[in-house]
């Protein structure tokens, strides 16, 4: 990856869903040019995937939480494999430290959070779980 790439990426960090025209427009080149980058980026798996983030007005109607998790064993695939099953769970880390992984999750209702805290303590390698609610972001400008 060179230094155009490296932009295109910071830019589509930022708007996943601006335009090809636009994102040429901001970095100098063609249209053609991104679009070959981006196709290029996806098969190389640089890119996984395009998502949505919320606006404030349906945040505030749901909880969002982070989980740390310390495994029994030290392979950790199995469980990662079945953290994303869990519907709630919209990221997922390995961690150094203290705790092995880091689940991101956002639910409607703390009835939910807490079914989904019961579905991941469930899990057969879990040896361990902390929880911390999510109470406001502070977005970089």
Same mark, same amino acid.
């Given at each position: 990856?060179?230094?155009?790439?490296?932009?295109?990426?910071? /830019?589509?960090?930022?708007? *996943?869903? @601006?335009?090809? !025209?636009?994102?040429?427009? !901001? /970095?100098?080149?063609?249209?053609?040019?991104?679009?070959?980058?981006?196709?290029? /980026?996806?098969?190389?798996?640089?890119?996984?995937? =395009?998502?949505?983030?919320?606006?404030?007005?349906?945040?505030?109607?749901?909880?969002? *939480?982070?989980?740390?998790?310390?495994?029994?064993?030290?392979?950790?695939? @199995? !469980?990662?494999?079945?953290?994303?099953?869990?519907? *709630?769970? &919209?990221?997922?880390?390995?961690?150094?430290?203290? =705790?092995?992984?880091? @689940?991101?999750?956002?639910?409607?209702?703390?009835?939910? /959070?807490?079914? &989904?805290?019961?579905?991941?303590? @469930?899990? %057969?390698?879990?040896?361990?779980?902390?929880?911390?609610?999510?109470?406001?972001?502070?977005?970089? %400008?």
């Amino acid at each position: 990856m060179d230094d155009l790439d490296h932009r295109l990426l910071h /830019l589509l960090t930022r708007d *996943a869903r @601006a335009s090809v !025209t636009d994102l040429a427009e !901001t /970095l100098g080149v063609s249209r053609g040019t991104v679009q070959n980058r981006i196709d290029k /980026l996806l098969h190389q798996k640089v890119i996984h995937r =395009f998502t949505v983030e919320l606006g404030q007005t349906e945040e505030d109607h749901q909880i969002s *939480a982070f989980t740390l998790v310390r495994l029994k064993a030290d392979d950790g695939r @199995a !469980t990662q494999a079945a953290l994303r099953r869990i519907e *709630a769970i &919209t990221d997922i880390h390995t961690l150094s430290g203290n =705790f092995d992984l880091v @689940a991101e999750l956002r639910v409607r209702s703390l009835k939910l /959070l807490d079914k &989904t805290l019961d579905q991941i303590r @469930a899990l %057969p390698e879990v040896a361990e779980t902390e929880s911390h609610i999510r109470l406001a972001s502070a977005s970089k %400008p």
